[in-house]
């Protein structure tokens, strides 16, 4: 039993002429306890893709948007808590914007230091490096602990060695992983299964014992893009 | 914050208690100069008079003092003469107490930018206003718009609308005066006394603005009270202020109003006024 | 002049032509043109005679203020600030819920143009029917139409966030969290910057409802300038020009804790409210008398008593696109004096206070002197409008063009403004004129001294002979033009290019 299938699905952006189809006409299955790494070039549809699946699982999977989406404004801290935002009374949610809440900051502070940024808990986001906001985005979705999840290439910013660290965490902590990376080593050495995209359509997905890294390269080759209409 | 919300929250749960200060309002026609200093003074001499605790409430407009004593937020209130007659038609029962010497025959005078060349003509309103540009006062003003209105519409069986280029409201006797002496408005309709004051007190310069018309006699302002006083405030409340009213002597009181002194009238003395303001559509 | 020499470029007029501001210019120029085919149609002849000598009195009285004759200058200075800053607060808290609905709802949203639509001045007259004249109608006059503006304008500025953050948020997050933890953080100095400008408006609107009679500097104000006591009038004045020049200082964000129990103290003492009086207002005061005894025939005569509609409305939306017009004109030739590209520190402190005088005068008072001086017509009222939201813009636009930094070395004088800047700010003041639409449409409303009736002329009158059905009526078609006015604007303006806050943010004056 798949845990979320896509089944002729074609995702588009837009309406009416500003109508912008992404992915036409994709199949997929995604199974309970599978690691997926997503590969593709930029712009390729992997966030399309990414988001509706988002949408099919609600909150059974925790997400960890491309880009961070943190608020710099805030602490590390307040970046993390704001991963289960949703579970709390918002009268308890203005209050530990004032003053932390004992068990959310142990929470948090144990999950921040498993990522190494357990000093940085009170610094506002806008002072960190790239790579130091990747694992606070990283921190936050694990901190929602939900069965899955996906994340957008939560590993971008960091060196080879920490995102294979991060990876495991991650894959560690959920059931199906599904995650859009470009470091094609790490798709095979971390994953079950690589579906890669290419031109608007599912180009490859194949288990990873069947892959070569020569393969995967393949889909970053230069394409020249096919005239609209 | 929280006193406010507190403030807030009372007022909406409160029930209106019996007011047991009695406060009265006035608005002189002419120099509203420390008002409230001088008002003040009305109401210790009433407070004296009378026994009642009793306090001045400043109020800017004839209207929003109209509103006021409709809604019991002040007892007492010196009207002009349409004011009284819109007050008395709101609250029933409310009695018109008392009138300056002067009121009983108050008059409107036209005047005129001289450039405009318009002669004083004492008999009727001269036909040669046609088409000018006019300014009323205040708009609920008896002697700067009821009547002016009024005897125009007698004399030329026109509103001021058609008669007139154009027609403004220049808010107060004061005002009219100054924007026909600067030929901002051709003529204007003014309370008699504001000009003989402006023109004795050498506030205007008779070279450039003359008088063109001299309105018939009518009545105008005077004290009104809610007919409701007696029973919140103890029987002969009214009898006891408008006594008050006529006893007051001292210069100093009467030139707030300005006013020589005060004499006895009734609601119906303002019959007239009355007449005037439901045939112009003013009063409903 | 040296740009316009044949032979050299000519920057405005590469300007229009540029495509990316080519659709501003076209919406600038369109309402100049329209405005200009309009004219016609406006009443605008100068019929005055001698206004030298009242001028003189004027001028000198304004000049020769005189502290002495002051009545109760201190209470009303507190009140002014206090009925300012409690306004500002009441708006805000209910201004944010409306905030958070915004986008949700097309009901919200007409709510909030309703609210924002009715001058303050006329919902002080609506609530002193009920509460008299006590702080209760002065804070909401203020609140009431400022929670509708606050709504909109920080719904736009929420708009133009980044939208990542929010969309990483857990589905489900309550609207409030999401406030609080995405939105106030990203948005907080613009939030904060834009509530400060409300604190200045509100200084107006403060001293503004003196005029109908709560006691503010504007009561007194009022009284002596309507009396021709120039000199008293002239002392309140310069009190209310160093209130609002010296607002960055009194009205620090740090001394606002101190500010508001201090001020709050002056509110009282409170009303006793009687509900019986609120119900009778609604129930049967702002219906037409015919219409609740059931006569169908006294409802004809009803209507056919009413106030000419057309004539107001034609006066009402005629002299708002003038306004506007004028306002763009005016703001596009101010800012260079308030501006530090173009002036030393002196000149630009002169500037400041010229532009402080010209905003802070409330426009009766510009439409009365410019009455003796031009007589009663559209005129007037035109140029006390342009004058005053121009100047108020240009402030504003200044602040924005004060943190560029030309690019171009060397560069100065009419160059440095066609080339440099203007390009740059261009689309920030004309989103600005076209906010200023809504406000001027509202300010056309107290200028019935100059005989032009225009719809907030009419809601004047029936307020004053307390037809209050009649002032309803005319209140809904005010807010229903607002509607469209504003839905107008909303296509014309230019999109994102600004927000009302990254622009509506006046800084301490540097």
């Known amino acids: ?229 | 914050m929280c006193r406010c919300l507190f403030a807030l929250l009372l007022t909406l749960v409160s029930v209106h208690a019996l007011a047991d200060t009695f406060r009265f309002t006035a608005i002189p026609d002419e120099n509203e100069d420390k008002l409230v200093a001088r008002f003040d003074r009305v109401a210790d001499y009433l407070s004296q008079q009378t026994g009642l605790d009793v306090e001045y409430v400043p109020v800017k407009s004839y209207p929003a003092a109209v509103s006021a004593f409709r809604n019991d937020q002040v007892q007492l209130a010196w009207f002009g003469g349409l004011t009284g007659v819109q007050a008395r038609e709101l609250v029933p029962d409310s009695e018109a107490l008392a009138q300056g010497r002067e009121d009983a025959g108050f008059r409107s005078y036209f005047i005129a930018n001289t450039s405009t060349a318009i002669a004083a003509d004492q008999q009727r309103l001269p036909a040669a206003l046609e088409g000018h540009s006019f300014t009323f006062g205040a708009r609920t003003s008896t002697s700067g718009r009821l009547m002016p209105e009024y005897y125009l519409r007698q004399r030329f069986e026109q509103s001021p609308g058609e008669l007139f280029s154009r027609v403004g409201f220049s808010g107060d006797h004061t005002r009219t005066i100054a924007l026909v002496e600067s030929g901002a408005y051709d003529i204007g309709a003014v309370n008699y006394k504001v000009w003989q004051d402006e023109v004795q007190q050498h506030g205007v310069d008779t070279d450039k603005v003359h008088v063109i018309w001299k309105s018939p006699r009518y009545p105008d302002y005077q004290w009104t009270i809610r007919g409701d006083v007696d029973q919140h405030f103890g029987q002969g409340t009214k009898a006891a202020v408008r006594q008050a009213l006529l006893d007051m002597s001292d210069p100093e009181l009467l030139a707030s109003f300005p006013r020589a002194g005060f004499i006895p009238v009734s609601n119906d003395d303002y019959a007239p006024i009355r007449r005037v303001g439901h045939q112009l559509e003013l009063l409903r | 002049m040296r740009s316009t020499v044949p032979g050299r470029p000519r920057p405005l007029a590469d300007l229009l032509a540029s495509n990316r501001l080519g659709r501003l210019n076209r919406v600038a120029l369109g309402m100049i043109a329209l405005t200009l085919i309009l004219l016609p149609a406006a009443d605008l002849s100068i019929t005055v005679r001698d206004p030298w000598a009242e001028l003189q009195r004027m001028t000198g009285g304004l000049l020769t203020p005189a502290f002495s004759q002051l009545s109760a200058p201190l209470e009303a200075i507190g009140l002014t600030v206090a009925f300012a800053l409690w306004g500002v607060a009441l708006g805000l808290l209910a201004g944010i819920p409306l905030t958070l609905l915004f986008h949700r709802s097309r009901l919200i949203r007409g709510l909030c143009a309703a609210l924002r639509a009715v001058h303050e001045l006329f919902w002080a007259l609506l609530f002193l029917q009920v509460f008299g004249t006590s702080a209760i109608t002065a804070l909401a006059a203020i609140a009431v139409p400022f929670a509708g503006i606050f709504a909109k304008v920080f719904a736009e500025i929420l708009n133009q966030l980044d939208p990542a953050p929010a969309s990483a948020l857990p589905r489900g997050t309550g609207r409030l969290s999401r406030f609080l933890y995405v939105e106030w953080p990203q948005a907080r100095a613009q939030l904060l910057a834009y509530i400060r400008y409300r604190f200045e408006c509100a200084m107006r609107s403060s001293l503004l409802l003196g005029f109908v009679g709560l006691p503010t500097l504007g009561f007194h104000l009022e009284s002596a300038f309507r009396q021709g006591r120039y000199h008293e009038a002239g002392a309140e004045l310069l009190i209310f020009y160093l209130l609002i020049a010296g607002l960055p200082w009194w009205g620090h964000r740090r001394l606002l804790w101190l500010l508001l129990p201090l001020s709050g103290w002056l509110l009282g003492p409170w009303p006793e409210i009687d509900p019986s009086l609120a119900w009778r207002f609604v129930s049967q005061d702002i219906w037409p008398p015919p219409l609740l005894a059931g006569d169908p025939a006294g409802l004809v005569q009803w209507w056919s008593r009413l106030p000419a509609l057309g004539p107001a409305i034609g006066n009402t939306l005629l002299l708002a696109l003038m306004g506007t017009a004028g306002t763009l004109l005016v703001a596009l030739a101010l800012w260079p004096l308030v501006c530090r590209h173009f002036n030393g520190p002196v000149r630009r402190w002169l500037g400041a206070g010229a532009l402080i005088v010209l905003r802070s005068t409330p426009e009766f008072l510009f439409a009365f002197v410019l009455l003796l001086l031009t007589g009663p017509s559209m005129l007037p009222a035109w140029i006390a409008l342009a004058l005053h939201n121009g100047a108020l813009i240009a402030f504003l636009v200044a602040r924005q063009a004060d943190e560029l930094s030309p690019g171009l070395p060397g560069i100065r004088g009419l160059d440095l403004y066609c080339w440099e800047l203007l390009p740059r700010i261009f689309p920030g003041l004309l989103a600005l004129v076209c906010y200023r639409a809504e406000v001027i449409m509202r300010e056309t409303a107290i200028l019935g001294i100059l005989g032009v009736a225009t719809l907030g002329f009419q809601i004047d009158a029936a307020f004053a002979w307390l037809h209050f059905d009649t002032a309803l009526l005319l209140l809904i078609i005010t807010c229903l033009l607002n509607l469209a006015v504003d839905a107008l604007s909303r296509r014309l303006r230019p999109e994102r290019s600004l927000t009302a806050a990254s622009c509506d943010s006046p800084g301490p004056p540097a």
């Open chain 1, 1 to 229: 039993m798949a845990l979320v299938t896509l089944q002729e699905t074609t995702l588009a952006h837009g309406r009416g002429r500003h109508r912008h189809v992404v992915l036409d006409s994709i199949s997929l299955a995604l199974q309970p306890g599978e690691r997926v790494a997503l590969l593709g070039r930029s712009g390729a549809g992997k966030s399309t893709l990414l988001e509706a699946l988002r949408g099919e699982l609600g909150n059974a999977a925790a997400w960890c948007p491309q880009g961070q989406g943190l608020v710099g404004a805030l602490s590390v801290y307040h970046n993390v808590y704001m991963g289960r935002l949703e579970r709390t009374s918002t009268w308890r949610n203005l209050r530990n914007l004032l003053r932390p809440e004992h068990h959310a900051w142990e929470a948090v502070a144990e999950l921040c230091t498993l990522l190494g940024i357990g000093e940085l808990l009170r610094r506002p986001v806008e002072q960190l490096s790239g790579g130091q906001r990747s694992r606070v985005a990283i921190a936050r979705a694990l901190y929602q602990a939900r069965p899955h999840f996906l994340g957008d290439e939560p590993i971008a910013s960091v060196d080879p060695h920490q995102g294979a660290r991060l990876l495991r965490l991650i894959t560690e902590r959920h059931g199906m992983c599904l995650i859009a990376l470009h470091q094609r080593e790490l798709a095979l050495t971390h994953f079950d299964r690589v579906i890669g995209i290419e031109q608007g359509r599912i180009a490859l997905d194949e288990p990873t014992s069947d892959l070569t890294l020569e393969q995967l390269d393949a889909l970053y080759r230069p394409w020249t893009p096919a005239s609209p209409g």
